[in-house]
């Protein structure tokens, strides 16, 4: 069923996983799942899903991993996912990621990359993160959008996140260290756990995990 190249990236709130998770996507020329958009885009349509997941993000909570597993299941079984796909926010739980397991036997995972950060970036990068309301880019107030908050990519509005208030921020972290790190003995098991330290520019932490991957599995895809 899934034959390509299976790429999931773990990593703290403000790691980068969303900006990399692009990036990966068109260089390998896979699909970007990522559910975080996937719920903001049902949130924004108002969609019943959306309104069961909207409480959730606010309080900077997990959505209930029934919901999550559904969504994730259904975008899995798309046809443009059979060549492989990066998957950004997702797993975040251990049920989460043995139901992955589950939809991809026999083929599982082929790299887990994990963003490694310390705690006191990722709070700065969270308080001053930027997102565009349309496609979920990413900026921050030290790094803009070249026009007055539109965004570059497709012109939408760039506001603060709802959910990137101090609170929630704080009450994300806490919940990674506890529901999604553990996720990192998880891979380390199955033997596909590449860590890359996610400290630079955009380009070098790229170029880290491109060069993981290769390191592992010459040539990837084929
Ligand atoms: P993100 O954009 O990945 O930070 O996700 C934003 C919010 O969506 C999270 O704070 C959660 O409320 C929800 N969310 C995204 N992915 C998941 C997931 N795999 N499991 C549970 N909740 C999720």
């Not at 990036?23 to 970007?32: C, L």
Request: with cysteine; aromatic share 6%.
């Amino acid at each position: 069923m899934i034959s390509g190249v299976r790429i999931l990236l773990l990593g703290k709130q403000g790691a980068g996983k969303g900006t990399q998770a692009v990036r990966v996507a068109a260089h390998y020329g896979i699909p970007h799942i990522s559910t975080g958009d996937m719920f903001r885009t049902a949130v924004a349509a108002g969609t019943e899903f959306g309104r069961k997941a909207e409480a959730f993000m606010e309080a900077g909570d997990l959505v209930p991993d029934d919901i999550v597993i559904g969504v994730v299941r259904d975008r899995l079984a798309d046809c443009d996912v059979q060549a492989g796909f990066v998957l950004d926010g997702f797993p975040r739980t251990r049920a989460q990621a043995e139901a992955l397991e589950q939809v991809l036997d026999p083929f599982g995972i082929d790299a887990v990359i994990d963003l490694e950060i310390p705690a006191d970036i990722v709070l700065g990068r969270l308080s001053g993160r930027r997102a565009c309301v349309e496609c979920g880019a990413n900026y921050h107030i030290d790094a803009p959008p070249k026009e007055s908050w539109l965004c570059d990519v497709c012109g939408g509005k760039v506001v603060q996140r709802t959910d990137d208030t101090p609170e929630s921020i704080l009450h994300r972290l806490e919940l990674y260290e506890s529901e999604t790190h553990p996720l990192v003995d998880f891979y380390t098991d199955r033997g596909v756990l590449l860590v890359v330290e996610a400290d630079g520019s955009v380009d070098e932490i790229f170029k880290r995990i491109v060069d993981a991957i290769s390191s592992t599995r010459e040539p990837l895809g084929t």
